[in-house]
C-alpha cells in the first residue's frame, strides 16, 4: 500500500473551499484513495462529506493512502496540493 504523511497547509485544514479542492482533486486523479487523520480511522478521498467529517485542522497531520495501480503518482501530486495549500486545483491533477 503506498502512503504519505503530510500537514495540512491551509491555515483552516480541510473545510470548505479546501475540502472541495481536495475533493476534485482526488476524483481526478483516478485512483481510489483514502484520507485520515494521523492514528484515525481512513475515510473515502473522494466524499466531500467524509473528509469535512475528518475536521482536520491546518498544520494537522494527515495520512494519504491507496492500493490502486498508479498510486503513488497520485498521492504525490494529493501531498503536495495538501502541504502547500493551494487555492485553486492545478492543471497537473
Known sequence: ???????????????ARPA????????????????AKSGGDPVNAASMLAVLG??????EEIVLASEAEGADAALDRLAKLVAD?????????
Open 1 to 15: 500500500m503506498a502512503e504519505r504523511r503530510v500537514n495540512v497547509g491551509w491555515a483552516e485544514g480541510l473545510h
Open 85 to 93: 495549500g493551494l487555492e485553486e486545483l492545478p492543471e497537473t491533477v
Open 54 to 59: 475528518l475536521g482536520a485542522q491546518g498544520g
Open 20 to 35: 472541495s479542492i481536495f475533493v476534485r482533486a482526488t476524483t481526478a486523479s483516478g485512483v481510489p484513495v483514502t484520507i
